[in-house]
T-cell receptor, first 114, second 112 residues
Framework: DQQVKQNSPSLSVQEGRISILNCDYT??????FLWYKKYPAEGPTFLIS?????DKNEDGRFTVFLNKSAKHLSLHIVPSQPGDSAVYFC?????????????FGSGTRLQVQP | DTGVSQDPRHKITKRGQNVTFRCDPI?????LYWYRQTLGQGPEFLTY????????KSRLLSDRFSAERPKGSFSTLEIQRTEQGDSAMYLC??????????FGPGTRLTVL
């Protein structure tokens, strides 16, 4: 069973506009959420994270929103740049259980058109 | 470069052969993780070390897979009697105290 789901395999936006990537989870034990960016032939690069005690975390152009009641989080990129074109993975951790494994979604490929 | 490094970057082997991959974590990171990623999927957790102790193992880690971190620094992942289904990207990550994990470039395994 997929505990972390990214239902949009791909997203295309114009340079300068907002990119919104979505992620849903089912496991209520998840208490920490992360976004990673991955370029071809490279490992995932950590982007931004959020604890379940918060509903928003911002870092420059990147903002992550968490809606615990809906078990939904989203990553907003504003403004989008061509260099943001990559595959974005949502990941979740049940850190309060002592487990360290991250559970990943299947990714969303973002293409930012110049 | 002070990031996570993995060796080799690519490995092609024949079915039935044994392969071993190496991971060097970020210096002073006491936690080390192995993941596997197949096409179109996100990384899947395999195993986790804190220092030299292997504390977590996934059900994905069959008896043919073994991981070690003998001195709490670098780690090796060995796959015995490789099968075509083992073809994947094998990712290593490390961390210190936080939840955030920092990944290496991966080793791409192709089993013919």
């Amino acid at each position: 069973d997929q505990q972390v789901k990214q239902n949009s395999p791909s997203l295309s936006v114009q340079e300068g506009r907002i990119s919104i990537l979505n992620c849903d989870y089912t496991n209520s034990m998840f208490d920490y959420f992360l976004w990673y960016k991955k370029y071809p032939a490279e490992g995932p690069t950590f982007l931004i994270s959020i604890s379940s005690i918060k509903d928003k975390n911002e870092d420059g152009r990147f903002t992550v929103f968490l809606n615990k009641s809906a078990k939904h989080l989203s990553l907003h990129i504003v403004p989008s740049q061509p260099g943001d074109s990559a595959v974005y993975f949502c990941a979740a951790s049940a850190s309060r259980t002592g487990r360290r494994a991250l559970t990943f979604g299947s990714g969303t490929r973002l293409q930012v058109q110049p | 470069d002070t990031g996570v490094s993995q060796d080799p970057r690519h490995k092609i082997t024949k079915r039935g052969q044994n392969v071993t991959f190496r991971c060097d974590p970020i210096s002073e990171h006491n936690r080390l993780y192995w993941y596997r990623q197949t096409l179109g999927q996100g990384p899947e957790f395999l195993t986790y070390f804190q220092n030299e102790a292997q504390l977590e193992k996934s059900r994905l880690l069959s008896d043919r897979f073994s991981a070690e971190r003998p001195k709490g620094s670098f780690s090796t992942l060995e796959i015995q009697r490789t099968e075509q289904g083992d073809s994947a990207m094998y990712l290593c990550a490390s961390s210190l105290q936080g939840v955030e994990q920092f990944f290496g470039p991966g080793t791409r395994l192709t089993v013919l």
